[in-house]
Each structure stands twice: as C-alpha cells, then as structure tokens.
T-cell receptor, first 116, second 111 residues
Framework: GAVVSQHPSRVICKSGTSVKIECRSL??????MFWYRQFPKKSLMLMATSNEGSKATYEQGVEKDKFLINHASLTLSTLTVTSAHPEDSSFYIC????????????FGPGTRLTVL | SQQGEEDPQALSIQEGENATMNCSYKTSINNLQWYRQNSGRGLVHLIL?????REKHSGRLRVTLDTSKKSSSLLITASRAADTASYFCATDEAGGFKTIFGAGTRLFVKA
C-alpha cells in the first residue's frame, strides 16, 4: 500500500518559536495533500488543502499566516506553525491523495506538538 | 465543518461480541469511508463504500450505506481485544474531494 511519513513524530518547543512539520508520500506522487488537527479524544479537523505548485486552501477559521503550508514537490508538503503558543499544542496529521485518484487518502502517522 | 456524526460516542463490549457503530451525515456524498485510530497514532483505512453501493464486507467488517437516510453503519463481528480503538467515518462531498470526519466512536473490547 501507499506510505505517507511525517517528521518529526513528536516535537516540544518553547512559546514563540516556529515549528516545521514535513509530510512525504514515499512511494507515490501526491498532487494534493491535506493537513488535519486533532485535539485529545476528538475527531480530525481539516485545516487546509495543499496542492502542488499552488497556494493552499484554508478552512474557515484557520489562520493562513499562523499555519504556513508549502507543497513544493509531488511528494512533500510542509506545515509550519509560526510563533507557536500553548494553544497550538495538538496532534497534526497529514494525508495524501495519489495523483489521478479522487477517493482514498493515505494518512501519515501524525506529529504530536507540545508548546511550552 | 464536521458533517459526520457518530453514535455511540463510546462503546464497551466483551471479546467475541459484535460491535455496531453508526454514522450520519448531512450533504450528498461521493463515498464514505471508515477509519480506525489507535490512541495517539495515525489513521488506518478500513473500508470505502461508494454512494451507489449499499453494503460492503471486508473480513470481520461489514459496512452499510443508506443514502436516503444519509447514514452508514460499521459492524465488527467476533470482536477482539485488539479491536480496541477509535473508529471514524469520513465523507467526501459530492463534487469535491475534501474529506470530512465524524466525531468518532471509541470502542473498548474487554478480554
């Protein structure tokens, strides 16, 4: 099956710093990737849709200047949490749509962000 | 916005029993998918059912879809302690490819 990796799997940072999370499709090309946020014992909330070579589409209520998304290649999307605050602490999960596919998304293992 | 609502929110059963989880949604869909998530881990895709399908099986899993009622169910037969996890339904809106997740059902299977 298709594999999606995320790096880092866990990060702890100080308030005010920026953190970059990478999402890679390892064995397929992904023209579209999605970024989700999940609070403890809650469901996944879609933050943004990332399309290769174009600007990301953010969901309502998600600050684009706070959560910078870059999808520079067909196998890599990055999410940068800028000037992180404790309320940004969460589990961030990415998923990737195989190029040419419109249904099954392949999910990364997630990144646990803790902002002190 | 979340469009899938699941019930129950939590379910505790004995090993060997069947577990049924339900999901309702609000808009027309292309397909509906069920995912499993172990605590603090990523999602595992279980099964996809398309809007023109009514039932689908995969091993011990049985999924039904009723588009007239905008609902789906996931049945896990002969449950095992290893099935303990959170289960989410997710829908792809008709005309788009954004996936919206339901609130999830936390299943606990006691050995």
């Amino acid at each position: 099956g298709a594999v999606v990796s995320q790096h880092p799997s866990r990060v702890i940072c100080k308030s005010g710093t920026s953190v970059k999370i990478e999402c890679r499709s390892l064995d397929f090309q992904a023209t579209t990737m999605f970024w989700y946020r999940q609070f403890p014992k809650k469901s996944l909330m879609l933050m943004a849709t990332s399309n290769e070579g174009s600007k990301a589409t953010y969901e309502q209520g998600v600050e684009k200047d706070k959560f910078l998304i870059n999808h520079a290649s067909l196998t890599l999307s990055t999410l940068t949490v800028t000037s992180a605050h404790p309320e940004d602490s969460s589990f961030y999960i990415c998923s990737a749509l195989r190029a040419g596919s419109t249904d099954t998304q392949y999910f990364g293992p997630g990144t646990r962000l803790t902002v002190l | 916005s979340q469009q899938g609502e699941e019930d129950p929110q939590a379910l505790s059963i004995q090993e060997g029993e069947n577990a049924t989880m339900n999901c309702s949604y609000k808009t027309s869909i292309n397909n509906l998918q069920w995912y499993r998530q172990n605590s603090g881990r990523g999602l595992v895709h279980l099964i996809l059912i398309r809007s023109n399908e009514r039932e689908k099986h995969s091993g011990r899993l049985r999924v039904t879809l009723d588009t007239s009622k905008k609902s789906s169910s996931l049945l896990i037969t002969a449950s095992r302690a290893a099935d303990t996890a959170s289960y989410f339904c997710a829908t792809d809106e008709a005309g788009g490819f954004k996936t919206i997740f339901g609130a999830g059902t936390r299943l606990f299977v006691k050995a």
